[in-house]
C-alpha cells in the first residue's frame, strides 16, 4: 500500500467476497476484477477511492489474525455456495 493512502477494510472484504463470488479465485484476479469494477462500486457505495486497490491491498485482509478466521468462515461459505450453484 501507498504511505498515507488507506482503503477502508469494509471495502477490501466487500471486493473479496463478490470477486469470489464471480469466480475470481486468485489475489491477482481479484485485482483485476477490482480494477475492472471500480468506478461502478465507487458510484454505488459513494466513495471517493482514488485507485482500486492492488493484489498487496487485498493480501493484507487475508493477513490479519483477528479478522483471517471470521474471513476464513465467510469465504469457505460463499465458495461452497458457488460451486453448489455451478453443480
Not at 8 to 19: C, N
Not at 62 to 82: A, D, E, G, H, N
Request: positive net charge.
Amino acid at each position: 500500500m501507498r504511505r498515507g493512502f488507506r482503503i477502508p477494510d469494509w471495502y477490501l472484504l466487500l471486493l473479496v467476497v463478490l470477486g469470489i463470488m464471480s469466480s475470481y479465485l486468485s489475489l491477482r484476479n481479484l485485482e483485476s476484477f477490482a480494477i475492472r469494477h471500480h468506478r461502478v462500486l465507487s458510484e454505488a457505495l459513494d466513495t471517493e477511492l482514488m485507485r482500486p486497490p492492488s493484489d498487496s491491498d487485498l493480501q493484507y485482509v487475508f493477513s490479519q489474525p483477528p479478522r483471517s478466521q471470521v474471513l476464513q468462515q465467510i469465504l469457505i461459505s460463499c465458495f461452497v455456495t458457488t460451486k453448489n450453484q455451478r453443480g
